[in-house]
């Protein structure tokens, strides 16, 4: 159980276009979802915070016009990286919290972003 | 604030040698603390909490973690590595902010197994 998804799991673009990202929670229902990037060989950095309806919330110094978050229901987040420059390339990580446990994160297989 | 740090980056053992990894927190308030697991190019797999019950607490693939709050660690161990456990281990403490509960990451120790 507690089964989360990442679509794609690597997506090239090329520079100045956009590219979604979807991230489903498979087997519960997740008022919360979280979207993180990874460095290589770095740790998780938190980008913004997803809440089911309702606008996302953003970490300092992530810019929210690049990185455009949409929760459409209470199984679906997106990310979508607008007007890619090769400086976004990263590993996306999304996770999500099922509303019974609300301390504890699923994680998806994340997402290989590579901008040309 | 809550906050992990993550003692060596990398630790190498011989395949059945004991696993040690070092995990220190800071915490205002009693503390959930977390041990993730993650292979390449793949998303991030728990291997054990705590959540204030027992201070010992066993995960999955025969990982174990000792919480001490007087030492504030939480220390990830296994008696015999593996080759399978090559992997970057992160620790993680919860952390309440915003309203949300938040995840603050340690920075990882890769963890190679040599035969």
């Known amino acids: 159980g507690a089964v989360v998804s990442q679509h794609p799991s690597w997506v090239i673009c090329k520079s100045g276009t956009s590219v979604k990202i979807e991230c489903r929670s498979l087997?519960?229902?997740?008022?919360?979802m979280f979207w993180y990037r990874q460095f290589p060989k770095q740790s998780l950095m938190l980008m913004a915070t997803s809440n089911e309806g309702s606008k996302a919330t953003y970490e300092q110094g992530v810019e929210k016009d690049k990185f455009l978050i949409n929760h459409a229901s209470l199984t679906l987040s997106t990310l979508t990286v607008t007007s890619a420059h090769p400086e976004d390339s990263s590993f996306y990580i999304c996770?999500?919290?099922?509303?019974?446990?609300?301390?504890?994160?699923?994680f998806g297989p994340g997402t290989r972003l590579t901008v040309t | 604030a809550q906050s992990v740090t993550q003692l060596g980056s990398h630790v190498s053992v011989s395949e059945g040698a004991l696993v040690l990894l070092r995990c220190n927190y800071s915490s205002s308030v009693p503390p959930y603390l977390f041990w993730y697991v993650q292979y390449p190019n793949q998303g991030l797999q728990l291997l054990l909490k705590?959540?204030?019950?027992?201070?010992l607490v066993k995960g999955i693939n025969g990982f174990e973690a000792e919480f001490k709050k007087s030492e504030t660690s939480f220390h990830l161990t296994k008696p015999s590595a593996h080759m399978s456990d090559a992997a970057e281990y992160f620790c993680a403490v919860s952390a309440v902010s915003g309203g949300y509960n938040k995840l603050i990451f340690g920075a990882g120790t890769r963890l190679a197994v040599h035969p």
């Open positions: 087997d519960f229902q997740a008022t919360t």
């Open positions: 996770s999500a919290v099922p509303g019974y446990i609300t301390y504890e994160q699923y």
């Open positions: 705590y959540t204030s019950a027992a201070t």
